[in-house]
DNA sequence: CTGAAAGCGCTTACAG
DNA sequence: CTGAAAGCGCTTACAG
């Protein structure tokens, strides 16, 4: 069956059944330079007859060009496969195809970096890019990608090196608590993970109020850690939290202990999960902006692909995150 | 800088520097036959010194063995993704890489089916998987897959024909009302869209029963339509709703008019997305096997792309679901 | 145990 | 306007 696959056409074939040279049959083809009008004729008719397509790997061998784009993914969320869509359907319109490798420990525990760099650099593409959430070691993975001579990309990372496309989380959370001012919130809060970014957010946003921060580092959300926030007086009347996850839990926390959400405590999330629209009450929360993020990674690493020189500022980016209101604050 | 990459060192390289052919370092490279203990070291001396790889579009062009396995992706959500990982992990272990393409429609609106198989056949997979939500006609592409000669796999495709890794629905769903029952649940409704395989696990568990079945087709979830449900003598006190999206929605519904689940009413989804584990209360629901379809897939895949002779039963299988059990119901 | 050579299907100077 | 030929880096018979 797979087997029998009939034998895909060729230049050779075209130029053997029109009688003209295979050179021939490729400027008739692209179009480009001059070809008889008889020859071109003949040669399109045979070429779709015959159903031909380039083959790609030919030429990428002639020309030492793969036109491909190998991408390391971490984490699985919603919120990287529609920065993946995106940077996909980018690179497709340039003319690349985007091969996948997962970069995570497996039941081992061994580090994957060796294996996955191997992987990737064996399969010669042009550019790579790194997604985020990954259980590589980053430093080497980026000196080894660029040893290799591949341009590289990385996608939201939190490190502090290395051309990435970011987002302004610091100043996401800066607006948020503003916002949280401007509908008349007295007593704002912070409770999460200690992620400097986000807590500078805060920290600013506040110090402009002129109002004392509250900060309750809590990265698994143990339930218990909520109570010192709630005993505060005045009591906290609304809380920033890390993550859209971690707001989740912080609901369900309020809702047990009969606290209104919004009127008692506003509750801000992060990330925008697709399901934290669906919450009750649906969660208020600081957007990513994955799309652009995918789009934009694709766009510069083009870029950098084409040898173009990197602008002033180098070229990474951060792009803005968005507020997107909802019933929880 | 990108441009300085250095040049690659191919077989030739290390044949010219030890001095022996072509074939011979590839001998002592490889490990089989027989090759001088001399000629073996100084070749795997030179090739270590050279980061000798070998360059597989060279190989593929060669064998005519691409190695390549291509993906077509629909739908954005970590349900999706997770299969991605577990489909090229076990790809990877098989020494294939697995590009990826998004099939949606654009802003236009066209249908991409041909854009999308024009790509995938170009780029001379050995094998094509089709995940779900697609925007494609699927009938026109399998037909193209194989009329290209190659085998494919759809990963829990709605369709009715086509090999496919599916999920059994109908199973999952007539479990979790017989859950109900057991929980001592007397009036069991059915809530969502009119999907055919649930509603018949639901059909097939209420005769069983002997109860009656309620149904309410309602793909929209607009809240409205829970009247109807609540007014009912008696009053339904267990519900399943045919997805997660819409059990956070009725959960929504139900907080609202101050009915407790799941003391009043028992909710059980459909999906297990990640974050409805954070709902509240925690949301009991029916988990698709993500990671077994994958891997399942993959497994299939390989085994057609190897010529193997179809089971009895075809390529097609259809894996359990598994009710996780959390506050909700 | 080893070498010389053909060929996968392209692209690209080079000649006419 | 067209043709003959080289070569990308492998793998694979074929000879010695």
Redesign the pocket.
Known sequence: MASESS??A???DIAEETG?????V??ALEGT????A??RERVTEVAERLG?R??LV??A????RTMEVGAVLGEVSELHMTKLRAFEERLREAGYSLFVLFGRRDRSGADPTRQVLDRLVQRAPMGVAFFGGLDLDMTEAIRETEAAGLPYMLLDHRGESGDVIGIRREEGVYEAIHYLARSGRRTIAYFGTDDRTRLDGYERAMAELGREPIIVINPEADPADLEPLLALQPRPDALQVSSDVLALKVLAQLHERGIAVPREIAVIGFDDRELTALSWPALTTLAQPNRDVGRTAAEVLLSKMGGDEPPAGGWSQRLPMRLVVRESA
Chains 1, 2 share one sequence.
Not at 33 to 36: L, N
Not at 61 to 64: D, K, S
Request: net charge positive; charged share 30%; hydrophobic share 25%.
């Open positions: 034998k895909v060729s230049l050779r003209v040279s295979i050179r021939t490729r400027r330079g001059s070809t008889s008889e020859a031909y380039p083959n030919a030429r061998l002639r020309t030492g």
